[in-house]
């Protein structure tokens, strides 16, 4: 069993709501804790500190935590409140994931709205530490909007990515992304995950 990733970052507001929303979750299908900590690769200690909102996890944890509850990642990522819609994109309460190595991601289809895609706005920092290698089911679209990225695949050569450039490739390939050079640059990940039951 895996220890927590120390890229994880302390606890929020949006991590006491995806900390419940994983929960109700394990719950509702009647799952033990510890059976799911070990089908996501975490530890049991850390996945009940993220169910108590003591600790944020990270996208890929989240990824591994919704493979193992079969369901969408989004499902997550700012629960749905009451039997009304989503909030809208924009919502300022939609939920920000670190990712490691100086990198955010900004979910932008929220509240487990859609089961086949989810949306993110990545931030990357330039000089720190580069995040883990990231693999999941289905296909990610990459669009850089602001500054230049490199995107690895696992024994591939890596990409340099411009502004207004794209990629597209299969999520089951272990890939990562850094910013190139000294700036900032900013992508839009688009992730075509298939329908979940």
């Keep these: 069993m895996a220890a927590p990733d120390p890229r994880e970052t302390g ?3 949006e991590a006491a709501a995806v900390g419940a929303a994983i929960r109700r979750r394990r719950k509702a299908l009647g799952i033990r804790m510890v059976d799911l900590a070990a089908a996501a690769g975490l530890s049991q200690p850390f996945l009940s500190q993220l169910e108590r909102g003591l600790a944020t996890p990270s996208l890929g944890s989240i990824y591994r935590i919704a ?13 749905r409140s009451g039997d009304g ?17 100086g990198q955010t991601a900004e979910v932008l289809i929220p509240g487990g709205a859609s089961d086949t895609m989810e949306a993110y706005r990545h931030h990357f920092v330039p000089g720190e530490p580069e995040r883990g290698w990231f693999e999941h089911p289905g296909e990610d679209f990459l669009y850089v909007l602001q500054g230049e990225v490199i995107l690895e695949l696992r024994g591939e050569q890596p990409v340099l990515l411009r502004q207004g450039e794209s990629a597209h490739h299969r999520g089951d390939i272990p890939h990562r992304c850094r910013p190139a050079g000294g700036s900032e640059g900013r992508t839009l990940l688009v992730v075509s995950s298939g329908a979940h039951s």
Excluded: I, K, M, W
């Excluded at 493979?67 to 629960?79: H, Q, T, W």
């Excluded at 819609?85 to 190595?101: F, L, M, N, R």
């Design 11 to 13: 606890p929020s507001p």
């Design 67 to 79: 493979e193992s509850l079969d369901c969408p990642p989004g499902a997550f990522l700012r629960a």
């Design 85 to 101: 819609p989503v909030a809208h994109q924009t919502d300022p309460q939609v939920v920000q994931v670190t990712e490691g190595g």
